[in-house]
Nanobody
């Protein structure tokens, strides 16, 4: 059974930093893409950042220059370093594992809440 376990969410002050982690079990991080999406109340889920198992990254427009995604393939884990956080970053952050080649896969974690507030 495939599971994505997220950690690192919580309350942080504006301008502060936070690091999220996501570990996938039941699948290895090979020939796949993992990433973070977020959803704020009343808004659609949006891309934060993704990384392929080969190390190629992609970022949503609102986080470029502030967030950094990285991967640890042997541990099947990705990280999202979030710096200079803003109240607009408040959302539930979801980890995603996606594989387009056989065997295909598209899994989501349960989400972790990040709240940016003073």
């Amino acid at each position: 059974q495939v599971q994505l376990v997220e950690s690192g969410g919580g309350l942080v002050q504006p301008g502060g930093s936070r690091r999220l982690s996501c570990t996938v079990s039941g699948r290895s991080f090979t020939a796949a893409r993992m990433g973070w999406f977020r959803q704020a109340p009343g808004r659609e889920r949006e891309l934060v950042a993704t990384i392929t198992s080969g190390g190629t990254t992609d970022y949503g427009g609102g986080v470029k220059g502030r967030f950094t995604i990285s991967g640890d393939n042997p541990r099947n884990t990705i990280y999202l370093q979030m710096n200079n956080l803003e109240p607009e970053d408040t959302a539930v952050y979801y980890c995603n594992f996606r594989r387009a080649v056989t065997p295909t896969a598209n899994y989501w974690g349960p989400g972790t809440q990040v709240t940016v507030s003073s």
